[in-house]
């Protein structure tokens, strides 16, 4: 089992910059690949970024390369996402995600969810 918490979220004006953390708990860490979602209100969740189990590989949607920067820290058992350059339409909950653990890239499942911390980009 894995225990994801996200922090880090806020309020920012376009063009600024924040980092969320996602804090895991429980065995293994290192041998996760993880995700960040988010989901704006009245979408879908969606993939932001995703990062292999050894920090190696790293995957993002289109709509973020670029600006975001998905990272992470094993020895910490953190993930971060440094998202900058933000506009309003990043505005949504942002989520970590992580899967069942086995060191394995890509990712093809997501097994555990954090609860998810607000971003808000204002114009």
């Known amino acids: 089992q894995v225990q994801l918490v996200e922090s880090g979220g806020g309020s920012v004006q376009a063009g600024g910059s924040l980092r969320l953390s996602c804090a895991a708990s429980g065995r293994g860490f290192s041998s996760h690949g993880m995700g960040w979602f988010r989901q704006a209100p009245g979408k879908e969740r969606v993939i932001v970024a995703s990062?292999?189990?050894?920090?190696?590989?790293?995957y993002y949607a289109d709509s973020v390369k670029g600006r975001f920067t998905i990272s992470r820290d094993n020895a910490k058992n953190t993930l971060y996402l440094q998202m900058n350059s933000l506009k309003p339409d990043d505005t949504a909950v942002y989520y970590c995600?992580?899967?069942?653990?086995?060191?394995?890239?890509?990712?093809?499942?997501?097994?555990?969810w954090g609860q998810g911390t607000q971003v808000t980009v204002s114009s």
């Open positions: 990062i292999s189990w050894s920090g190696a590989s790293a």
């Open positions: 995600a992580a899967d069942r653990g086995g060191a394995s890239w890509p990712i093809s499942e997501y097994n555990y």
